[in-house]
Structures are given as C-alpha cells and as structure tokens.
C-alpha cells in the first residue's frame, strides 16, 4: 500500500531533533534507513503524524574500535558492519551475524540504530546487543544517558525509551582475541527473518573450562533474551558434547514461544535445541 | 516539498509530498517507468534502483530523501539501443520470461558485480534471494551474472 501522509523534518543536529520529537508529543517518529518504519507505515501499523529523518545529523555514521570497545553511530549501515576489516578483528561474531539480516539492497540502508529503535524480536542485531552487554547511548530532552540493551527492549516492537529519546550509539564491551563464539540461524530463505537464531560465546578459564559463557536467544521469544540456565550448564564445564547436549536441552526449556503462520511454539523450541548444539560444536573449530 | 537529484546522469527537481516513495516519483513524476513497483514494502526487489552506487529499494525510499543523490534506473544502464554487457548476458542466457521482475534484478546485479566482480555463485545466488522471480527458476539468471563478471572485472559501464 502507499504510504499514510505525514510531514516530513530533516534536523541537522541531535538537539533540534529531539526538539521535534519532544514537540510531537508521541506523534512524531525517527526516520533512520526507513527498512523496517516505512513498511510498518505501508501496512497501517504506524501512522505518525511527523518523521524527522536523522540523515543530516553529522557524526552518526562513525566506526569506532579501540581498548574500550567498539563504539557504533547509530546509522552505521549494515553494509558498513559488513565492509568493516576493523570489525572483523574486533567483534567478529558482529559481521558473522549481520550476514543474515534481511537482502542486498536493504543492507545498504538499514541501521543499528533503526534496528534497536525497530525492536522486532526476530531481528538479529537486538539479540547481538544483548547478548554481548552492550550499552545504548540515548539522549533526550534530560540530556544523555546510557542504559544496558537488555533493559531497552520490553516486548515485540517495544521499548523503555521515551517519546523523544534518541538512540545515538551502541558501544560493545570488549572482546578478547581468543574467546570462542558462534551464530546459528534458520530462516526459510536467506534474508528472511529468523524462525529461531542463537548467538553464544565463552572464554577458557586456566584449565580450559569454559568461563564467562553468554547464550543469546532470537526469535523464540516475545524479546531478545539471554538465557540463565543454558550458560550455568557451561560454565566450569570442559567444551564438550555432554555439556553442550546439556545447554541446548536447558535452551529448549527456558524459552516458550509464540506460534503463527511460520512456524508452531513446539517446532521454533526444537530449532533453539538444535541451533545451540550446532553453535556450541562450532566454537570448537 | 522539493527534492533535488540526479537521475541517469541528467539533473532534476520535483515538487512532492512527504509520503511518496523514491520508486512512484521515478514512474508517475519522471515518466522513468522502467522501475516497477510490486509489493511496496521491501520483500520483492522489483523497485530496486542504484542510489549513490547502492542497490536501494525504490518502495523503502522517500523521494524526498534522495535529495541530493546520484540515481541510476533500468533506463540507465544500457546506452541507447546498447545494451550493457549484463543485459546482453541475460538476453543470450534468457534469464527472463515475463520480465516483470528483470529491471530490480539488472540493477541490484549492476551494483553488486561492480562492487564485488570475483563473486562466487552462492554470494550471487544469495544477493538474489531478495529479488523473486517467478519464471526463470534462477537458473539462466545465476548463468548471465557468471558470464557477465568478466565484464565487470575489466572495469565495465559504472554509468
């Protein structure tokens, strides 16, 4: 369908788009890359009175990678993630994931930033970011403030921000060069969204127990979630199949999804089992 | 509200509303009706146009956001009458039927081979995934985009 009228404002500084968001009182909404929004627009599930494009708002685009981390603007594109020699070394599950997200041609428009803002559990970077602790920059009429990425997301398509917070930056703690990690997804076809999807890392302690293990589930439940009993399962474990077969079974019983039309509750909890099996033996190569 | 951009090397500037996409303002205010639109929220890829040097969704772009861009449609890409190399790959390898879906396949594939000319078969292949076509089966389409690479690799056509 064609898209609902609304008025069209394209700020060139974070203030005066706040401005315009605090002045929209709930009516007005960011426009980032638009690949999630404007579809949402199409099908009449959005319909905001004002879309203030963040395209002007200088600084929002930057890559950055140092000892604190990796600090990503909030309209870093996805085909930057992916063109990003930088990233690879520094968060390679990051690239490695964002392979999945959506086609060619929105890849080259769709945002972190957006992404988050979007919140769809489905979505492959909200699972990233709280499966890895990372932190939100948001800055609002209060001024601005971080926050941990599992407390932004509340529910399907659901945030904790407010009317005229804006999602400025997502900044990833950092990542040790030897940490052991993987990204599993099933979609019906590359690009679709994921049925189910698991991100999962973990160090080796002294004795090559497994340390620090951090299970990331996407698409099986109502939002991004880690998952508590799947990591106890490896956590001072040696990385084998026993564990592994372990965590997985703890993964199954700790989420209870939603079904419709792609996929039943019972099928998406099989694909969570058999999704971190496959992710776990991976981290052994 | 005003928007400004290049398209097919040729300046231009309409008057549009805020709600029209990028895609309706190259058919109904441009007459450049070489861009199909099918499915208008992202999923078909038949809208694809190149934005900057980027495959972009014609349907997921406002107009008014491609002020200031440089576009190149279907009607871009080959010379004339000339067809460019990868439209010749696709008439020799009959890599379409209907052709309904042949303009976002063109572009996405113009962008993607001049970005990445050494592409393998499965990155071709899943570039594709987000252009449906229903009548070639892929097959003959994947067949044209491995010719056409070496024209792409000798620095073909970035119009």
């Not at chain 1, 990690?181 to 099933?186: D, L, Q, S, T, Y």
């Not at chain 1, 001072?236 to 419709?260: K, L, Y």
Request: hydrophobic content about 45%; glycine content about 8%.
């Amino acid at each position: 369908m064609k898209l609902p009228p609304f008025d069209y404002a394209s700020p060139t500084s974070i203030t005066d788009a706040v401005a315009l968001l605090a002045a929209g009182k709930g009516e007005a909404r960011l426009l980032a890359g638009g690949q999630s929004l404007l579809p949402v627009m199409a099908f009449r599930l959005a319909n905001p009175a004002l879309l203030i494009d963040m395209r002007k708002i200088p600084d929002l685009q930057t890559i950055a990678v140092d000892d604190r981390g990796v600090r990503l603007g909030a309209l870093v594109r996805w085909c930057d993630i992916a063109n990003s020699p930088a990233l690879k070394k520094a968060l390679p599950l990051l690239p490695n994931a964002i392979e999945h997200v959506a086609h060619y041609a929105i890849q080259t428009r769709g945002t972190v930033g957006g992404s988050l803002g979007h919140a769809d559990p489905a979505a492959e970077f909200p699972g990233l970011a709280v499966t890895c602790d990372a932190m939100i920059e948001i800055e609002g009429s209060a001024g601005r403030r971080e926050m941990p990425a599992n407390t932004l997301f509340t529910g399907p398509l659901q945030t904790s921000l407010g009317h005229d917070d804006i999602i400025v930056a997502i900044r990833f703690p950092p990542w040790p060069a030897d940490r052991k990690w993987a990204f599993e997804e099933f979609s019906r076809r590359h690009g679709d969204f994921a049925l189910a999807a698991i991100a999962v890392f973990y160090d080796l302690d002294d004795s090559g127990r497994i340390a620090n293990a951090h299970v990331g589930v996407i698409a099986a439940t109502d939002k991004p979630t880690r998952l508590p009993t799947a990591e106890a399962a490896l956590n001072g474990q040696m990385p084998n199949s026993e564990c592994f077969i372990a965590a997985s079974e703890a993964a199954a019983q700790a989420c209870n999804p939603s079904a419709d039309i792609h996929a039943s509750a019972d099928y998406r909890r099989s694909l969570v089992r058999t999704l971190l099996t496959r992710a776990l033996r991976k981290t052994l190569n | 509200m005003r928007t400004t951009f290049h398209v097919n090397q040729r300046a231009v500037s309409v008057d549009v509303s805020p709600r029209m996409t990028l895609g309706d303002c190259l058919r109904h205010e441009l007459k450049l009706t070489g861009t199909h639109i099918a499915c208008e929220h992202g999923v078909c890829g038949a809208c694809t146009v190149i934005v900057d040097g980027e495959a972009v969704r014609s349907c997921l772009t406002l107009a008014v956001q491609a002020d200031g861009t440089y576009i190149t449609t279907i009607e871009g890409l080959s010379d004339g009458e000339a067809l460019s190399p990868l439209q010749l790959a696709f008439r020799k390898h009959h890599a379409l039927q209907c052709g309904f879906c042949t303009p976002g396949i063109l572009t996405t594939l113009h962008a993607f081979l001049t970005h990445n000319p050494d592409a393998d078969e499965n990155a071709i292949r899943n570039v594709l995934s987000g252009n449906l076509c229903r009548c070639t089966g892929y097959v003959s389409i994947i067949a044209a985009a491995m010719e056409a690479r070496s024209a792409y690799r000798a620095g073909a056509i970035a119009r």
